[in-house]
Every structure is written in structure tokens, then in C-alpha cells.
T-cell receptor, first 114, second 111 residues
Framework: SAVISQKPSRDICQRGTSLTIQCQVD?????MFWYRQQPGQSLTLIAT?????????ESGFVIDKFPISRPNLTFSTLTVSNMSPEDSSIYLCSDTQGASETQYFGPGTRLLVL | GENVEQHPSTLSVQEGDSAVIKCTYS??????FPWYKQELGKGPQLIID?????GEKKDQRIAVTLNKTAKHFSLHITETQPEDSAVYFC??????????FGSGTRLQVQP
């Protein structure tokens, strides 16, 4: 499986600011995803990061709040915009390779908004 | 959309005992069912998965069973060890490669 890294691993931010989270994979992958895990909760898919085109967002998530880029097959960013305390969560990226459905996750970015 | 329900939310067992976690799903088009283990401060780690054309899969102390007719699948851990203590998530995929997760089970193995 590809090794996935995320930066930053954690951050504390002030409300109203924005944070960009980076996800780097060590080999070319087919699909990349961004998930949110609110404190003590399960994982919820935010969007599928499409290489070279706009991300596909799930219901309840919008591009203005969570802009996503994927400039190549190994890198993606998620920005959490105009943050509020409700955005305090773990943000996780994941990937699949080739035709496999098997999805691997990065270590996550732990965000606390004050 | 797909809905995945997971039970129990917490499970405490004695070391050496077996643990069983159950999930049900709603979308009959779901065809891939992974299980993840998440330890504190880490991302989810895939521990086993099963596809819809298989009824059971085993990997050492871990096994997963799938009943497509009833739309439920289960994780079985035998001979539990303290290092099995973690939160376990089931998930399903309808083919979009985007997973829908269950609510999680916190497993505690008492030494």
C-alpha cells in the first residue's frame, strides 16, 4: 500500500481564519478522498479529490467552505475556510490504487478552533 | 444514500475471549465491506475486508462474515489480546470507491 503523510499533524486556530491541510502519497494513486471525524464520532466523507478537475462534494459539504485541490496523482490539499469551533475535528485523507477498492488512510490532521 | 449501523458501541472482554462486532447496511448495491481499527491519535488502519462474492474471510485471529440476503456483516476476533483494544469501524462501498462508515465500537480487552 502507498504511504500517506499529512501536514500539519495538528493545529490550533482562531475562528475566522483558514487552514490548508496537505496530503502526500508516495506512489501514484487512482483516487484520493477527504474525510472528517468529529470528536468521538465516525468518519464522514467530505469529497473525492479529482486530479486536474473540481472535487466531487458530498451532501452537506460545499466548495466555498472546503476548497480542495489535486494538481497531480500524488498530492492533494484541503482548506478549511472561515473556521468556527464546530470545525474542530480530525481531517483524514485516503487513497485507492488501480482498480482496487481497498482504501488506506493517512494519520490525520487534528484541528482545534478556538 | 447508504446507511451503516454498527453494534455494540462499546465492548469489554477478558483477554483470551472472543469479540464480535456486527454491522448492517441498507443499500443492496453495496459490494465491498472493509473493517478498520483506529488507535488513539492515529488514522484508521485496514485490518480485513470482504467482497460480496465471498461469505467468509479469515486472517489469523480475525474473521469477517457476510450475509448479503440479510444485509449484515460481522467482525470476529478470537483469543483477544490487550493490544486489540481500540475503536473498530465497519464500512461499505457501493462501487463509488467512497466509504460509508458505521458509528464505531470501542473494544476494551481486560488483561
Amino acid at each position: 500500500s502507498a504511504v500517506i503523510s499529512q501536514k500539519p499533524s495538528r493545529d490550533i486556530c482562531q475562528r475566522g481564519t483558514s487552514l490548508t491541510i496537505q496530503c502526500q502519497v508516495d506512489s501514484q494513486v487512482t483516487m484520493m478522498f477527504w474525510y472528517r471525524q468529529q470528536p468521538g464520532q465516525s468518519l464522514t466523507l467530505i469529497a473525492t479529490a479529482n486530479q486536474g478537475s473540481e472535487a466531487t462534494y458530498e451532501s452537506g459539504f460545499v466548495i466555498d467552505k472546503f476548497p480542495i485541490s489535486r494538481p497531480n496523482l500524488t498530492f492533494s490539499t484541503l482548506t478549511v475556510s472561515n473556521m468556527s469551533p464546530e470545525d474542530s475535528s480530525i481531517y483524514l485523507c485516503s487513497d485507492t490504487q488501480g482498480a482496487s477498492e481497498t482504501q488506506y488512510f493517512g494519520p490525520g490532521t487534528r484541528l482545534l478552533v478556538l | 444514500g447508504e446507511n451503516v449501523e454498527q453494534h455494540p458501541s462499546t465492548l469489554s472482554v477478558q483477554e483470551g475471549d472472543s469479540a464480535v462486532i456486527k454491522c448492517t447496511y441498507s443499500d443492496s448495491a453495496s459490494n465491498y465491506f472493509p473493517w478498520y481499527k483506529q488507535e488513539l491519535g492515529k488514522g484508521p488502519q485496514l485490518i480485513i475486508d470482504i467482497r460480496s462474492n465471498v461469505g467468509e474471510k479469515k486472517d489469523q485471529r480475525i474473521a469477517v462474515t457476510l450475509n448479503k440476503t440479510a444485509k449484515h456483516f460481522s467482525l470476529h476476533i478470537t483469543e483477544t489480546q490487550p493490544e486489540d483494544s481500540a475503536v473498530y469501524f465497519c464500512a461499505s462501498d457501493t462501487g463509488r470507491r467512497a466509504l460509508t462508515f458505521g458509528s464505531g465500537t470501542r473494544l476494551q480487552v481486560q488483561p
